[in-house]
């Protein structure tokens, strides 16, 4: 059995990919496993640290706000777009996959649409409740299209009906000891708040919840793990020194760059403030977690928000857009959800109700079943 994944771009396009891989090289330890994706991009580095053999297309999306770089960026972009074809049919012939599945990211449409010309069996997943322009191409050529939530049914044309999955999610997100977590981490008898806003850090986040850590900081109340991101490591302290917040020596103030223990962190949160990329919602599901969400208004097609509000519509998660987004507001949130206990409860009750934690082994089943079909 050789499977063909096509990824890249972000985290939440190759992070599942590879866990799908890692599944089924459990199962099959003596299947053959290829990448295929940008040598530029952030999958050329993740799918080689996951141990996987990488095969390189350069390839690039079309930049859609209309300045002059982005223009001879287009071009750029349509340039390779006209160039890829050789280059993967080449490997779709030398490694003759009997599928390839496609998780997102602009090389996965070039990937998936030759493939399926070529007869082999394709694979289509989507994260995001609203799928992206990829997914939405593919879908009415793939012989499946696995979703990570069925809201994203009603913007897809598919060749075949589309499957709900889930997402695959971290087995240490999964089997993390929420005691072990508390006690590592000293959060104690406090309410733990853990707040990020990507690897880089989203200066509203940031300056925001300074105002957040400047306000409960002195009440002794809670245990608050902040990554700032590294945009945010100069800014965050400046913007405590303009409050006048002093939390040197506060060992329940637990500020940093990034968040390497993700999986401690969310075992002992009881509320997380964050953004609503389809890796983070679907580890705050899986763990069962209360959440204030900020979604990203930089993404393609608000993409992000789509995703928040169904967590919103299900009594899982307080929204709160950016544009909206004020330290008072945020503290309001906050206060509102301590104050209520029985409400932070319900939230993260409800997001676990969200979970669907066999993503792994639906989606095998599902890549299973079509290579017996074809068999």
Known sequence: MKILFACGG?????NPAIATANYIKKRHPDAGILFIGSPKGMEARLVREAGFDFAPVEIKGIQR????????YNFSSLLLLTTCWGKIRHVLERFSPDAVVGTGGYVSGPVLRL?????????????NA?????TRLVAKTA??????????????????????????VREEILFADRDAARKKLGVGERV?????GGSLGAERINRAMAQVVAHFAPTGRTHHIHATGS???????????????????DAHMDIREYIRDMADCLAAADLVICRAGAMTLTELEAAGRASILIPSPNVAENHQYRNAVVLQNHDAAVVIEEKELTGDRLIAAIETLLNHPQQLARLGQNAAQLAL???NERIYQEIMELLKKEA
């Not at 945009?231 to 020596?249: K, M, R, S, T």
């Open 10 to 14: 972000t985290a939440g396009h190759i």
């Open 65 to 72: 706000r209309l300045t002059w770089h982005n223009v001879w």
């Open 115 to 127: 493939a399926s010309k070529m007869g082999v069996k394709t694979v289509a997943h989507e994260s």
């Open 130 to 134: 609203y799928p992206g322009v990829t």
């Open 143 to 168: 012989d499946k299209v696995l979703l990570a939530v069925p809201e994203a049914a009603d913007y897809l044309e598919c060749r075949n009906p589309p499957v709900v999955t889930g997402s695959p």
């Open 192 to 196: 733990c708040i853990l707040s990020f």
């Open 231 to 249: 945009y945010g490591v100069q800014l965050f302290p400046d913007c405590l020194a303009e409050l006048g917040a002093e939390i040197n020596g």
């Open 357 to 359: 934690i066999d993503a």
